[in-house]
């Protein structure tokens, strides 16, 4: 759905937060906020029908992880408008700033990590009708197929390596409180980085879909 697909889009954008600007950072979680609340509107249904039904291995999985995204954004922008220096600077939210940047760094980073697992644990369908309109538009290419999972292995491989590298696991579990931004990289660069740490992980979720469902 289409605030699915901006969510995506702006998640990137929203980690580059020194390089974009602290009042840019600002407006762009509130849009998120508000894009994942349209979200869980679209979807009512599956709340109401959580307790109904066999629990199967995904659906247990998928239930984890969607509560805990729902609890992540509920907190995020809590601690966001506590550290907030300009759309919410006046706003009367009493977190110490002591507690608000260490649980925004860290919920921020398991935020990102949950919604593209997340993302690949529900794109089987998608990614099988693309299968599908791709071999009946062009027929079955032995080349194409070989291309086309090299290219994929290779930016999940490079996403793995820039999950290191930019400091997830410190950032995750807290061993650093504060990020470290490089002021004289491209913007560019970064979102490229961040944007095959979303594949990686979209990847993760999505085999672990195909793994839970036989």
Known sequence: MLPDYIIMALMPILMAYALVGETFHEVAGIL???LYVAQQILHA???RRLLRGRYTPFRIVSTIV???LLVFMLMLPLSGIALSDHLF?????KIPVSAARPMHLAISYW???LTSFRTGLFSTR???NAQQYFRREHGRSVYTSVITKSLGILAGLYGAFSF??????GYLFLRSQFVFYDSSEPLLFFLIDFSAIFFFFAV????TARALRR
Do not use: D, E, M, Q
């Open 32 to 34: 998120v906020f508000l």
């Open 45 to 47: 249904k599956w709340y």
């Open 204 to 207: 993760l979720g999505y085999f």
């Open 126 to 128: 998608l990614i099988r």
């Open 66 to 68: 969607n509560l805990l």
């Open 111 to 113: 935020t990102y990590v």
């Open 89 to 93: 600077a006046r706003f009367p939210l």
């Open 164 to 169: 290191f590298s930019r400091r997830f696991p």
